[in-house]
């Protein structure tokens, strides 16, 4: 493997990066990928996996430069992940690489699902000068859900709330709508790239909410909704007049998934409506399940109850805050109870950002460290929508 890298290297790849952020949002549970080709010095060719099951961001860019009228052989390929050496959606990017010509790959970061292949062997076997690690972090940033997801069979976990200056997500009748106003653009823009919200029953049924992008002048997709209805409450009121609701409103081209412990016979449900009953509704069984329905990433949205819940296992959280004061309501994590001495998470803050009005901002935590937490009981919590 060629350990020397060119001083043009980086440039490039920072190129196959923004085209690979692209396809955030449409690849899941694929992942996000760009490649460039360079010839001379010149690009001569860009891709980027576009939607799940379309061609891959090397096969794109090939066929991106052929239309160009350029010739590929003796070129340099960058491209942010390994590139695949198995039949899959796709045949394998690295036959495509070999057999155009290509003479040296650069590559950010290796591919740690085993499905993939060895496409590094292959290209080297077949006399490709092959360069890794060039912009590795950045690569596996953008990339996070779906190394989290081919790794541990779970799919990426984001909490996201808001919250008023003394901790309260909604005020003593519950009211919670609007508490940020300027920043709520950070939020579509969560939800943009997720493959799925997951909020619990009292949200749907209190508040209506539609759960889907919105980002003017941009393309986006709606994610999957989930629901948590231990007791069935949603299919109980809302069968009836399933209309009115915003959750299944056929407009958002989106499955909705409920998780519930009562089983519903004979329920005539739309066809993106899937109702699961699983044996255990533990937090941990509810992610297994929603990774098999090849969901690589899911936003928390709310309430109170699903956050305490989900907060032992969630890998990023955002909270937004506003200048504002409820006293009496609601509190973020109310449903915890931690002594003092245990109550500090393993979260880093990674970013803060102030909304131009100056009366909002947004501070975005990372989890530091891998181990779930030893002071909640995380095997007995179960999941109350």
């Not at 970061?109 to 080297?124: C, E, F, H, T």
């Not at 533990?282 to 297994?288: C, P, Q």
């Not at 409820?326 to 931690?338: A, P, R, W, Y």
Request: glycine share 8%.
């Amino acid at each position: 493997m060629d350990k020397y890298r060119v001083p043009n290297d980086e440039f490039y790849m920072k190129i196959a990066l923004r085209l690979a952020k692209k396809g955030l949002g449409f690849v899941n549970p694929n992942p996000p990928v760009g490649a460039v080709i360079v010839k001379y010095g010149n690009i001569i060719g860009k891709g980027y996996h576009s939607r799940f099951g379309a061609l891959h961001a090397e096969r794109e860019a090939l066929l991106d430069a052929k239309k160009r009228g350029f010739d590929v052989s003796g070129a340099t390929m960058y491209v942010t992940l390994e590139p695949c050496d198995h039949y899959g959606k796709t045949p394998p990017c690295t036959d495509a690489i070999i057999e155009s010509g290509i003479k040296r790959v650069v590559i950010s970061a290796r591919d740690p699902n085993p499905v993939s292949g060895d496409g590094i062997k292959k290209l080297m076997k077949n006399g490709i000068e092959v360069m890794v690690g060039v912009l590795e972090n950045e690569a596996k940033e953008i990339a996070k859900f779906f190394f989290k997801y081919v790794t541990t069979d779970l799919p990426y976990v984001t909490l996201k709330y808001a919250s008023t200056l003394d901790g309260k997500i909604a005020d003593k009748i519950g009211n919670s709508k609007w508490i940020t106003q300027e920043l709520r653009r950070e939020v579509h823009k969560l939800r943009d790239i997720h493959k799925a919200i997951l909020v619990g029953a009292e949200t749907v049924l209190k508040d209506n909410p539609m759960l889907n992008v919105r980002l003017p002048k941009r393309k986006f997709k709606n994610p999957d909704v989930v629901v948590l209805d231990e007791n069935g409450r949603i299919l109980k009121k809302v069968i009836s007049d399933i209309d009115k609701f915003e959750l299944f409103n056929p407009d958002y081209h989106r499955r909705v998934i409920i998780f519930s412990s009562n089983q519903y016979q004979n329920v005539e449900l739309p066809g993106n409506v899937k109702v699961k009953t699983p044996a255990s509704l533990s937090v941990e069984n509810i992610l297994k399940e929603l990774a098999k329905e090849g969901i690589d990433s899911v936003l928390i949205e709310g309430g109170a109850s699903v956050f305490s819940q989900f907060l032992p296992y969630a890998d990023e959280i955002y909270g937004f805050y506003a200048t504002k004061i409820f006293g009496k309501g609601k509190s973020i994590f109310e449903h915890l109870d931690v002594p003092v001495k245990e109550s500090e998470i393993p979260f880093e803050i990674q970013k803060v950002k102030i909304a131009k009005n100056r009366k909002e901002l947004m501070v975005v935590m990372r989890r530091c460290s891998q181990e779930l937490f030893n002071t909640y009981a995380k095997d007995t919590l179960m999941v109350r929508g």
